[in-house]
């Protein structure tokens, strides 16, 4: 076997996280379907910084290509582990917030249908905590755009800090700029939280 096989390999071996109503699991192309059926929303994207999934195939590219890295997850709730939403922690040269190793962000959304039921909270919590006692982090990034106080509510609720506000930000996937806010969680703020 080639290097390059075996380092691919591990990138694709990614554990699966359970929570009192949730799996945490990789996505697989047999996603498609649900994935477009929440992502195609208009409230879902544009308020994260991405456009609406137009098609299924659309949505499939996405899994291949963008949610196929180990730290991405799909939501699933364990009454039919249907992907209903995403959870990521994008590490160093997947994140724009830091270039350092120890250091990442905390990425996520949920389909409509799923707001106001703590998935998203629930789900955070569960990997943050990997972030902090398996790979080692020391810092996890999260940010938000103003107007979307669900992000903010859940970052708020999984003990992130206010760090700063940043005007004029870019944002690539709409072609246009916003107000960009970013907290942070220490893994020593996050040990007091959970002591």
Known sequence: MLLADIIYLQRKIQIIIETKRLILRPWTLSDADSLYEYAKDPDIGPIAGWQPHKNVEESKHII???????????????TDNKAIGAIALM???????????????????????????????????????????????????CGYYDGNEKSKRVQGKCGFAYYRTTENLEVPLLGETRTGHTNILTKEQWKKLNA
């Open 91 to 141: 590490s160093n040269g997947f994140t724009d917030m830091t270039e350092k190793d120890d250091e990442c962000e905390l990425g996520y959304w949920i389909g409509k249908p799923f707001w106001g039921n703590g998935y998203i909270p629930e789900a955070a919590n569960a990997l943050i905590r990997r972030g902090f006692e398996e790979p080692g982090m020391n810092v996890i990034w």
């Open 64 to 78: 291949e290509t963008v949610f196929n890295e180990k730290k991405c997850y799909a939501v699933c709730l364990k």
